[in-house]
C-alpha cells in the first residue's frame, strides 16, 4: 500500500498477483490493528480475503503461491511450495487462532491450518 497515495498494488514481478504469504501476516496485522483501535473495519477486511481462500481452498489445504486478487482465484502458472512465499501463511493461520484466544470466532483457522498440515503428511 502506497501510504501516500492509500493505493494498494502488487508487485509487478508477480504479473499483479497477490502472494500467498502476505494474505497471512494481513490477518495478523489488521486483526490486531482492531484490536488496539477498537475499530472491527480492519479485521472484517482481513475476513474477507480468508473468506475468499476458504472458497477456493482444496481438500488437502494446500494454496498455491499467486493469488489473483481479482478473481481470488489461483494463477495458472503458480505452484504450491511450504518454502519461500508460501509457508509462513500456514504459520500464520495457527498464530491467528491463538491471537484470538482460540475462540469460536477463530475457529476457522485452526481448521485450515489442520487440513493443511494432513495435507503436508500427504505428500
Known amino acids: 500500500i502506497n501510504l501516500a ?27 490486531a490493528l482492531s484490536e488496539r483501535t477498537g475499530d472491527p473495519k480492519y479485521q472484517q477486511k482481513a475476513e474477507n480475503v480468508i473468506r475468499q481462500l476458504q472458497k477456493i481452498y482444496p481438500s488437502d489445504g494446500l494454496l498455491p ?16 511450495t511450504f518454502g519461500a512465499m508460501g509457508d ?15 475462540t469460536e470466532s477463530v475457529k476457522h483457522y485452526r481448521q485450515m491450518w489442520e487440513t493443511s498440515m494432513e495435507g503436508l503428511i500427504s505428500l
Open 65 to 80: 503461491i499467486y493469488i489473483n486478487p481479482h478473481s481470488g482465484t489461483a494463477s495458472s502458472y503458480s505452484k504450491i
Open 5 to 31: 497515495h492509500g493505493r494498494a498494488h502488487n508487485h509487478g514481478w508477480t504479473n499483479g498477483d497477490s502472494i500467498l504469504a502476505d494474505s497471512g501476516t494481513e490477518q495478523l496485522e489488521f486483526i
Open 88 to 102: 509462513s501463511f500456514y504459520e500464520y493461520l495457527l498464530k491467528v487462532w491463538i491471537q484470538g484466544n482460540k
